[in-house]
Structures are given as structure tokens and as C-alpha cells.
């Protein structure tokens, strides 16, 4: 008898467009207009199933377009919760084309949009938790959260960014005889909302806005290169209020600069009433990415953007961090974990998204199903998973300790030398912030080796962010200019290990500790299971005796205080 299938996520909304003409453009390929707004309708559907209420758009996450779509095909869209926080949720959005000839599908591109649960009179609603089900869901629930640090975090990076950044760096190296000024590329365009263009509680549809804001940020890059631009990416979408049927929305788009290949746009919403004297509401911002691209489909060469004296300096100096930022969230938070280089240097501009990537990929390890039980010895289990080229382990324990106390004696490194004979000392480099450091770490891996290793870690500490949730330490290796590898030292890199810990009870937790070894390190696991399996779990009884020890002192001064 064939196995049920497994129940469908009941926030899941599923639609398919089949692409007409009136949906194109001059190429005869899909608008992306268009496609923003069959976007945020499907996720709009997808937050009001599980919040059983209006939902309104508060912001959409970077969306990168990895093909073009054509007349004739079909834009399929998959939109369901991955995790309700508050008043707030995060959706997800698959994008993909089917061509009907040919039985082809490919992927379009990723989103994420934040909605907000809206009952009487704007009022917010509390929402009801999310209980993932899949391996999948259970992923995309844990990494919610992290991306909604980042989100928070953005603004932060970037001002952070221009402020280190010299203000009299040249920030183009071109020859700039022909560059085109700015103020060129500038458009204005006004747009009467009207019912059409309204969702079912009266506001303006929010995919409706991101259209419109597409439309003129296209002329703008359009006016730049005299030709017909492709749209790349757009930077996130922030929605800092509504508007209303029978408001007049200006739009406003100008090129904030030119790189070689490439051009950002910067594009806004304002609200008017009737009465254009009155002062604007500001409804949205954003920045679009685009290429020209040739015959052959490569990108063109652009002129370049001579800014404006004031404000448009700073925005072409702020176009120019926001590519640096774009470049490196891309390349740390977008790539697979096995694209992305173990040591990836760390600097200010890419802080936010390595934290992310350290905290993610521990998360996603953390809910993988398929751990098979290796070991077990007394209270200790130690798990394995094979998965691609690489072996992961999992050991775990009950300890009788506060998951606070154990979170704050395992994520100093510092103190780990007490516990795991392999460590030989770990020296504070550097602390970012409150929850992320970076460390300097002499160890001895393999005792045949007369030879110490070290590494440099980024350490990521997180709090739960509701109830269910455990503390997390993660650890992943970075590069910094101040400690290249030293002769007397062999350079060793973590890609993804740390620890989980989740209370059982008031004074009991569960620990548990991930490490996905490398593919160098395979061969002696394979020579040495037995003896591997057993210096692990000493190690992890170790772990124990000092959590207990250093629980007794610190309630000791407590009672001497």
C-alpha cells in the first residue's frame, strides 16, 4: 500500500499566470511590474490564510531575477508562512516559468515579504504561532529569524559603511569625459489611485505600488544608456505607511549611479490628498539594479553618472556601499553553503551577513531529520548524517543546568580549553557586538600530530527568539589581515559546528553539540571511527563536569553576596 502524502502546509496559496501579451514588453517578455504584483498577491493570500484576517504589505526582502519571461509561457508562484512572530510574518515566495512546448521549468527567483495582521480600524492583531511540519518548514521557520535581524540590521551596515569610507575616495576610476549628468535621468510621474487599483480593504495594493515604482525607475536607467534596460534586482521594498483610493501617488526615480556594467536607480512614492499643497506622505523607497544587454545577451558598457552637487553626491556615494553590501550579502547569504569559500574575510560591510550565514547554517543542520544514532554511553548519544561529501555528528546530553547558565559558560570560548583537551588556548581578537565575536584558536586536532593547528572563528550567540526556540552558538571560520597563517602553525577552518541548548525544565536542559567535518577529515574518521566516537563522547562528559562545576560557584557567590 503506497504511504500518504504529507499534509499541505495549510498557509500554502499556488498560482499560475499563463503570460499574454498585454503582459509584456517591448521584448515580448514577462514586465516585471507585472510579475510584482501576481507576487504580493500571492503572498497577501498566504498571510491572510493563516492570520484569518487583513494583511497588509510591510516590506519585501531582496529579490534577484535569474531569467526573463516570455509570451506563451506560465509563471508559476508558490507562497506559504514560514513563521508568525507577533503582529508580523514572514512569507516565502517561489518564482518559476513553465514553456507548455517544451515541458521545461526553471527557477525565476526567491522572495521574502513581511506582512502585517490588521483587525478594526488599522489596529494590530496578535497571531497565532506556526508549527512547521517538513525538514523544509522546520529550515525556513528556525532562518526567520536570523532574517529578520538582518533586515533590521540593514540601515545600520550601510551608514556604518559610508562612515569608514573616506569622503573624498574616488569612487569611479573610469575615464568620465562623457559622463552624463544625473539630473538627465530624472523623472516625475503621478498616478491617481482608483478602485482597480485598490486591495479589499481599500488601501492601495501594495503590488500595485512596486509596479508603478518599476515603471519609472525602467525610464530612468532607459534615459541613462539610450536603450531598453533588463531589471536585475531590486534592494528591499519598505512600505513606511498606506494610501487610499482617491489619493494622487508621485513617483519620483533618478540613476543614483553607473558602474561598468550596471546601473542603480533610485525610485519613491508619495501620497497627496486632493489638496497637492498639502505635504507628501511618504509611502515607499527603493533601488533598482539594471544591466543592458547586447545581441549576444552579455551586458553592455554604460556611460557614466556626473551627481549633482549635494544630495546627488551622497546618493552616489550611497550607491556605491549599497553595491559593496549587495555584492557581499549575495555572495555570503544567497550562495549554497557548499559554494561559499570556508574562510570568507570578514570586514564591516559584510559583519551582518556573516553572522547571518554562521547562525543559519547551524540552524539548518539542527533540523535535518534523517541523524542516525551511532553511540550511546550513559547520557550521552552521538549521532551521525552523510549527506553529500560531508559527515556531520551530533552529540547531546541532559545536563542539570539553566539553558541560560549553559549559554553563557559554552559560547565563551575563552573557557573551552577547561573542557575539550583539544583546545589549547583561544584568544579574544576581536568583539563586533553583544553577540558576535572573534576569536583566535591554538588547537590540537589529531594527537599524532606534533604540530598545533589554529583557526579564526567568528562566534555568533543568539537568545531565543520565542518560546521553543533554543539558545544557539555557532562557529564558522573567517579571515582577518591581522592573522594570516603563521609557519609555526598548520591553518585549520570550521565551515558550520556550535552548540543548541533548550531547557526541559526549570533547572534541567538538553546541550547539544553539531560539527560538519571537512572532507580532509574524513579519511581519519573512517581509520578511526571506534577510537573518534569514543574521545567524543569523553569530551562531551567533560563538557558536563564543567557545566555542573561552574554552576556550584556561580550559586556560591550568589550566597555570598
Not at 573542557?419 to 594527537?447: C, G, T
Not at 598545533?452 to 589581515?481: E, H, M, N, W
Amino acid at each position: 500500500m503506497a504511504s500518504p502524502l504529507p499534509a499541505r502546509n495549510p498557509t500554502e496559496v499556488q498560482m499560475s499566470q499563463l503570460v499574454l501579451p498585454c503582459h509584456t514588453n517591448h521584448r515580448n517578455e514577462l514586465s516585471t511590474g507585472q510579475l510584482l504584483k501576481w507576487i504580493d498577491t500571492a503572498a497577501c493570500l498566504s498571510a491572510e490564510r493563516h492570520a484569518g484576517c487583513p494583511c497588509v504589505t510591510a516590506s519585501m526582502d531582496d529579490i534577484y531575477f535569474e531569467h526573463t519571461i516570455s509570451v506563451g509561457q506560465v509563471v508559476n508562484i508558490k507562497a506559504k508562512v514560514n513563521r508568525a512572530f507577533n503582529s508580523s510574518m514572514e512569507v516565502g515566495i517561489q518564482v518559476s516559468y513553465e514553456d507548455l512546448c517544451s515541458g521545461k521549468h526553471c527557477s525565476i527567483c526567491k522572495a521574502y515579504a513581511t506582512f502585517v495582521a490588521q483587525g478594526p480600524s488599522g489596529s494590530k492583531v496578535r497571531l497565532k504561532p506556526l508549527t512547521p511540519q517538513t525538514e523544509e518548514e522546520k529550515i525556513e521557520y528556525s532562518i526567520a529569524a536570523e532574517r529578520r535581524r538582518m533586515r533590521l540590521a540593514h540601515k545600520d551596515t550601510l551608514k556604518d559603511l559610508l562612515t569608514r569610507s573616506p569622503p573624498d575616495t574616488e569612487l569611479e576610476t573610469r575615464d568620465g569625459s562623457g559622463a552624463v549628468p544625473a539630473e538627465k535621468t530624472r523623472v516625475e510621474s503621478v498616478e491617481l489611485v482608483l478602485p482597480p487599483h485598490a486591495n479589499h480593504q481599500g488601501n492601495t495594493f501594495g503590488g500595485q505600488i512596486m509596479a508603478w515604482m518599476e515603471n519609472v525607475a525602467t525610464i530612468a536607467a532607459s534615459r541613462l544608456c539610450h536603450a531598453h534596460p533588463t531589471l536585475r534586482a531590486i534592494e528591499m521594498f519598505h512600505f513606511r505607511g498606506p494610501s487610499q483610493v482617491g489619493d494622487r501617488l508621485v513617483l519620483k526615480a533618478i540613476v543614483n549611479n553607473a558602474f561598468k556594467n550596471s546601473m542603480e536607480v533610485g525610485v519613491s512614492a508619495e501620497a497627496y490628498g486632493r489638496e497637492m499643497s498639502v505635504s507628501p506622505r511618504h509611502i515607499n523607497s527603493a533601488f533598482m539594479t539594471f544591466e543592458v544587454l547586447d545581441q549576444e545577451g552579455r551586458p553592455r558598457v554604460l556611460p557614466m553618472v556626473a551627481p549633482e552637487p549635494g544630495d546627488g553626491e551622497r546618493r552616489y556615494r550611497e550607491a556605491s556601499a549599497r553595491k559593496k553590501i549587495r555584492l557581499d550579502r549575495k555572495y555570503v547569504v544567497s550562495c549554497k553553503q557548499t559554494e561559499v569559500p570556508l574562510s570568507v574575510p570578514w570586514d564591516q560591510s559584510n559583519k551582518v551577513y556573516l553572522s547571518y550565514n554562521n547562525v543559519s547554517a547551524l540552524k539548518t543542520l539542527v533540523a535535518k531529520t534523517n541523524w542516525a544514532l551511532a553511540r550511546e554511553k550513559e547520557k550521552v548519544r552521538m549521532y551521525t548524517l552523510e549527506e553529500d561529501k560531508f559527515l556531520s555528528f551530533r552529540i547531546e546530553m541532559s545536563v542539570c543546568i539553566m539553558a541560560r547558565q549553559a549559554f553563557s559558560l559554552l559560547s565563551n570560548l575563552r573557557r573551552r580549553h577547561e573542557w575539550d583537551s583539544h583546545y589549547a588556548s583561544a584568544e579574544l581578537v576581536q568583539k563586533v557586538d553583544d553577540d558576535d565575536m572573534i576569536y583566535h584558536v591554538v588547537s590540537r586536532m589529531h594527537r599524532q600530530e606534533s604540530k598545533l593547528q589554529d583557526f579564526v572563528i567568528l562566534a555568533s550567540r543568539r537568545k531565543p527568539c520565542s518560546k521553543g526556540d533554543p539558545y544557539v552558538v555557532a562557529f564558522r571560520s573567517v579571515t582577518l589581515p591581522t592573522h594570516p597563517p603563521r609557519a609555526e602553525y598548520t591553518r585549520g577552518e570550521t565551515l558550520c559546528s556550535g552548540f543548541c541548548i533548550w531547557p526541559e525544565s526549570e533547572e534541567m536542559s538538553k546541550v547539544a553539540y553539531y560539527n560538519q567535518a571537512m572532507p580532509g577529515y574524513l579519511n581519519y574518521v573512517t581509520t578511526n571511527v571506534a577510537g573518534l566516537s569514543s574521545d567524543i563522547c569523553a569530551t562531551f562528559e567533560a563538557c558536563e563536569k564543567f557545566l555542573l562545576k561552574n554552576k556550584e560557584d556561580l550559586i556560591s557567590r550568589l550566597r555570598d553576596f
